[in-house]
């Protein structure tokens, strides 16, 4: 039986079709199984949320619980004051995410496209700035802090953060500045466009699904920090929702129910900040890709 030319092609079209589909399934299969792994923990933590200490220490963290034990969430949302804690947090983490966007965009405008001398050597600071832990600055900062009178006030660690993520902020937007488009500038020039014209009708566009993504990254980064709110916020008006959970543990006591309890409600405020922003990072992060 003879075969044409054309059948050939459509075969091997047709059986790489079918391997990309088996392929694409076996990672399917994998990422599935990974998320499911992922979420175990919390699973976990939402069982032994609404578990009685009893049985919690009878059947251990993997039993299912007699009663719907609720005490544990009314305990922890009364001793550590937690709208306050919100309060506190949102703050904090909303304050951090809008000043970092600023003063990375603003650093970034002048190192990627103001041509700063030394340009290199800038960035690089701020790449290390990056890799310093943060129990290398603590100590410096607490002294600081004392000295000009802002320890113990959220302001203190606004300034902090702001300073921390603005230099991933900066290394990030001044690598992409360094290769905007000249010929955007010097159109903007010839127009008769000034430089600060230049950073928010024709920069600022360019990057806003960019400064987005970062906007997100701040605020959750931001708020899950505890060991600088730790040390900086010794006052139960101040303290963070991180530093408020880790209060419930003590040396010779620790409440799993109320720590669980305490982890959901505390982990309800990231979760819905990062679904009702889930768009604007998934269209930063593809708009990031395609350029």
Known sequence: MAVTITEVPLRRRVRDRHHR??????????????????LVPFALMLLNAFKSPGDYSSGGPLSWPTEFYTW???????????PLKLWNSALIAGSVAVLGVVVSLLNAYALGIGRVRGRLWIVGLFLLANMLPQEALIYPLY???????????????????????????????????????????????????????????????????????LLIFFFIWTWNEFLIPLVMLIDNQTQTI??????????????????????????????????????????????????
Request: net charge positive; aromatic share 10%; proline share 4%.
């Open 143 to 213: 002294y600081v802090a004392k000295e000009i009178g802002l320890y113990n006030t959220r302001l203190s660690v606004i300034i902090i953060f702001t300073v921390i993520q603005s230099a991933f902020g900066t290394y990030l937007l001044a690598s992409v500045l360094g290769t905007f488009p000249r010929a955007l500038l010097e159109a903007a020039a010839l127009d008769g466009a000034g430089t600060w014209t230049v950073l928010w009708r024709v920069v600022f566009p360019h990057l806003r699904p960019t400064l987005a993504v």
């Open 21 to 38: 589909g088996v392929r694409r399934g076996v990672v399917l299969a994998l990422v599935t199984v990974g998320a499911l792994v992922m």
């Open 72 to 82: 544990g969430l009314r305990t922890y949302w009364s001793e550590v004051d937690f």
């Open 242 to 291: 991180p530093v408020a959970l880790a209060s419930l543990q003590g040396d010779r006591l620790m409440d799993a129910p109320t720590t669980n309890a305490g982890a959901l409600i505390s982990l309800v405020p990231a979760i819905l900040f990062f679904l009702i922003f889930q768009r604007t990072l998934a269209r930063g992060i593809t708009a990031g890709a395609e350029k």
